[in-house]
Structures are given as structure tokens and as C-alpha cells.
């Protein structure tokens, strides 16, 4: 249990269009969802949370306009990014907590990413 | 934001030798993790640790808890290969604050 999937797992696209990515807890629901960014050789920053139903929640630095994300289901959450730029080039990693079991809230369960490359 | 301070950042081993890594923190954390993670891929929960002083295996695998809820570590015994990758440790009390990572090399 506890497997989360990313779409796309590649995505190159032109700067200035936006590009959304998917991130879908398979077998469990997920009341929260988180969005990371990983840069090349780098450790994993927190970008945002999001929670299901209500608006998401962004760490210092993050702009919410560029980086808009949607949580409408369990098992569902989108982050789009708007007019992206070379700078946005990144990997970017979706993780769910799985709250079925005890003790679990603080553990989070990875997608397998999605490298976004801007031209 | 804020990152944990984990070493070392990098190891190059032979097969079959023992390895060992830590984690510590300025902060206190309700729950350590290990994560391991291979290129282009997300990371893989190892381990979890919920309580001060607990002491967790999986498989080959060993880590603790710290008693100060500051600092942790992982061991591996009898490398492998295929445990070649990036392992990072993660602090969280709800988010998750990550280490740097220890780049682990194993020489066949």
C-alpha cells in the first residue's frame, strides 16, 4: 500500500506556457498532499501543502501565482506551472501522508517525480 | 528554509563493509525518517521512527531515534550494490525537513 503516481514523468516545454502535473494516491486517501522541487544534486525543498478541499498552503519564497496548486479529491492534486522560464527547470516531487494507520501522520509516502524542462 | 545537517555527504565503500550516517538538528522532531533516493526517482521511505531512543531494523538496515528527538542515524550492514543511491534523512513534526543527503558508492 501507500503507492503514489506522478503524470507526466518528463515534460519539455516552450518558456512562457504553463504545464500542469498530477499526483494521485493509488491506494489510500490522502487528506494531504505535498509538492517539492529538486534541483540537480541538491536535497528536496518543500514547496507547498495542500489539503483537500481548501486552498494550499506555500513555504517562504514560493510564488502562489506561478505555482498553483488544486486538491479536489482524495486522491487527487494538481500543481500547474504558469508561464514557466529555464529557471523553473526542476524536478518536481509529490509526497502523501497515508493516515491509515497508527502513527503514520508524520510519515509521507513519494511519487516518482517529474522532471519539467523549459526551453 | 531550514535543513538538517547530515553526514557525511558522500561514501565510497567496498561490498560486504558496513556503512553509517547521521543526522542532527537545532530543532526537535516528533518523528525521524530515512528515505532513499535513485536517480530520477522519488524517495523511497526506509525507515520510520516515532519515539526517543527507538531502535528500528529493516532488513540490513538499523537506525535510531535520538534521545534529544535532535539527531539520528542510519547503519547498513554487508553493503550491496543495489544499495547504491542518495539517502536522505527527514525531520517531521507534520512537514518535513530534510538533510542534504550521503551519496553511497559500492565498489562490487
Known amino acids: 500500500g501507500a503507492v503514489v503516481s506522478q503524470h507526466p514523468s518528463r515534460v519539455i516545454c516552450k518558456s512562457g506556457t504553463s504545464v500542469k502535473i498530477e499526483c494521485r494516491s493509488l491506494d489510500f486517501q490522502a487528506t494531504t498532499m505535498f509538492w517539492y522541487r529538486q534541483f540537480p544534486k541538491q536535497s528536496l525543498m518543500l514547496m507547498a501543502t495542500s489539503n483537500e478541499g481548501s486552498k494550499a498552503t506555500y513555504e517562504q519564497g514560493v510564488e502562489k501565482d506561478k505555482f498553483l496548486i488544486n486538491h479536489a479529491s482524495l486522491t487527487l492534486s494538481t500543481l500547474t506551472v504558469t508561464s514557466a522560464h529555464p529557471e523553473d527547470s526542476s524536478f518536481y516531487i509529490c509526497s502523501a501522508n497515508n493516515r491509515r494507520q497508527e502513527y503514520s501522520y508524520n510519515e509521507q509516502f513519494f511519487g516518482p517525480g517529474t522532471r519539467l524542462t523549459v526551453l | 528554509g531550514q535543513q538538517l545537517n547530515q553526514s557525511p555527504q558522500s561514501m565510497f565503500i567496498q561490498e560486504g563493509e558496513d556503512v553509517s550516517m547521521n543526522c542532527t538538528s537545532s530543532?526537535?522532531?516528533?518523528?525521524w525518517l530515512w528515505y532513499k533516493q535513485e536517480p530520477g526517482e522519488g524517495p523511497v521511505l526506509l525507515i520510520a521512527?516515532?519515539?526517543?531512543?527507538e531502535l528500528t531494523s529493516n532488513g540490513r538496515l538499523t537506525a535510531q531515534f535520538g534521545i534529544t528527538r535532535k539527531d539520528s542515524f542510519l547503519n547498513i550492514s554487508a553493503s550491496i550494490p543495489s544499495d547504491v543511491g542518495i539517502y536522505f534523512c527527514?525531520?517531521?513534526?507534520?512537514?518535513?525537513?530534510f538533510g542534504k543527503g550521503t551519496l553511497l558508492t559500492v565498489n562490487p
Open positions: 527527514a525531520g517531521s513534526n507534520y512537514k518535513l525537513t
Open positions: 530543532s526537535i522532531f516528533n518523528t
Open positions: 521512527l516515532y519515539k526517543a531512543g
